[in-house]
């Protein structure tokens, strides 16, 4: 059977840097031979213009490029006018795959367009919709998207991407704690004493200013990239690999997190904004929008309850990292530190980018006469043992989308409780008069991020 991707936005910065390049991989593993890719966008280029345009994106199998480039056709349109949504029936394909790679103002309308003019209809073969990050702006305008998506596509049809979710360690997260008694066995409040989930960039809002101002960093990166992330570390086991028995296991964290008091929101979250954030191209002079969050919730269930998980995300900080710490609790002292030994404390870390693997620190005895305890890291390096042989997370991803696993992809309801959560936070912030702490790039994010988590006895991991 045929099968079409079409691409919308095709000349946005996601689908010349991102989107295009995977499909130029996945067509290099063959598994494209009868498909089609229709790129459609505002921007009135010929095919060859177009195809000269991808081209300059795509930086691997350079033998390979002009035959993908057959692949594709550009079709120069309006995306919110009929014509081209008849062209597309015209299309001899029994499969389609719709990539929505536009701003989320036109997910509704396009989606509807599409369902109006009979394109979601499977009769034949599957239909399926991918969008992108962020669906809604907050609980009421989710809600609202998702019933204009309801309305021609079924649940099943619709993929809601995180391309977080694509990451090896990401996925390895599963394999890691279920796959080995050594991780499940500790994997809980008998050991862990707390968690700590980081997301830490050096670089700035770049020329996302338009977006990103409306959003900030709750919005942004805790709403989607960091609560996946909480609900792969605190999921229980799943009764199988099944989408959806791993979807419910996820849905179960989220409606297990803090139901925070709007005083306790004050509490237990903070916000900064960096220094010179004013000065960005974009951004206005008076804006409250935090470049930077931390926050403490729990996960209420006998696995993990009081067990405190801390999050923190943020621009211009000091480095790069994406990384997840557990660290475990201190054993009672009654040999070592009677010696007037300070115990490092045991952790399990996670590094999710930029260098990819897992660790575990212990404590082993230095070498001498002497007794004397030094904490030592036990490390797999991904990259050292695999290569870059890993597909990325987009190719990874959009292959799902057309075997049709939505595995890695969002359901409504995680997206639903996932707005709950954050929705309680923004309402709190909104009452409050309290402006974003300022920080300087050289830092880890504010003061108020270091107070939050002392005051509890322990210290953020840098």
């Known amino acids: 059977m045929k099968t079409a991707i079409v691409l919308f936005g095709a000349t946005g910065d996601l689908a010349q840097k991102k989107l295009l390049p995977s499909l130029k991989r996945i067509f290099d593993s063959g598994e494209l031979e009868n498909t089609e890719i229709i790129c459609t966008a505002r921007s009135k280029y010929t095919n060859t213009q177009f195809r000269n345009i991808a081209k300059k994106g795509i930086k691997t199998g350079k033998k390979t490029v002009a035959q993908f480039l057959k692949k594709i056709t550009y079709i120069p349109a309006n995306l919110l006018e009929d014509k081209l949504y008849e062209q597309l029936k015209e299309l001899d394909c029994e499969n389609m795959l719709f990539y929505l790679s536009v701003p989320p103002r036109f997910f509704g309308e396009i989606a509807s367009r599409i369902g109006k003019a009979g394109l979601s209809n499977q009769t034949k073969g599957f239909r399926r919709i991918i969008l992108e990050k962020p669906f809604g702006e907050d609980l009421k305008s989710a809600r609202k998207l998702n019933k204009q998506l309801l309305k021609y596509f079924k649940e099943e049809q619709i993929y809601r991407i995180d391309h977080y979710l694509g990451k090896e360690l990401i996925q390895d997260i599963m394999v890691l704690r279920f796959s080995n008694t050594l ?19 050096s670089g700035g809002i770049g020329e996302r200013a338009g977006y990103y101002d409306k959003a900030g960093a709750l919005k942004d990166v805790v709403q989607n990239h960091l609560l996946q992330v909480l609900c792969l570390v605190a999921l229980e086991p799943p009764t199988t690999l099944n989408a959806e028995d791993v979807r419910d296991e996820k849905v179960k964290v989220l409606r297990a997190l803090d139901k925070y008091a709007e005083k306790e929101v004050k509490s237990n979250v903070v916000r900064g904004q960096y220094t010179g954030y004013h000065k960005e191209r974009g951004i206005a002079k ?21 067990v405190p998980f801390y999050i923190r995300t943020g621009k211009k900080l000091k480095k790069d990292c994406v990384r997840v710490h557990l660290v475990f609790k201190d054993l009672p002292c009654v040999l070592f530190c009677r010696l007037g030994e300070t115990l490092g404390k045991n952790r399990i870390t996670i590094d999710i980018q930029p260098n990819e693997g897992i660790s575990i620190q212990f404590n082993i005895k230095t070498p001498g006469h002497t007794l004397g ?11 050292c043992k695999f290569g870059a042989t890993s597909p990325l997370a987009y190719d990874h991803l959009i292959s799902d989308a057309l075997a049709g696993d939505p595995t890695l992809f969002t359901r409504w309801d995680e997206v639903e409780h996932a707005w709950q959560f954050i929705d309680q936070i923004t309402k709190a912030w909104k009452k409050s008069r309290k402006k974003p702490e300022k920080y300087s790039s050289s830092s880890m994010g504010p003061k108020c991020a270091d107070e939050l988590i002392r005051k509890d006895g322990r210290e953020w991991i840098d």
């Open 286 to 306: 008076n804006s409250e929008t935090e470049t930077y969050v931390a926050l403490k919730t729990h996960v209420h269930n006998l696995r993990w309850g009081g």
């Open 183 to 201: 991780f499940e066995r500790v994997w809980s409040n008998l050991h862990i004493d707390h968690v700590q989930i980081t997301m830490a960039e």
């Open 373 to 383: 305890l030094k904490p030592e890291l036990l490390e797999f390096c991904h990259s």
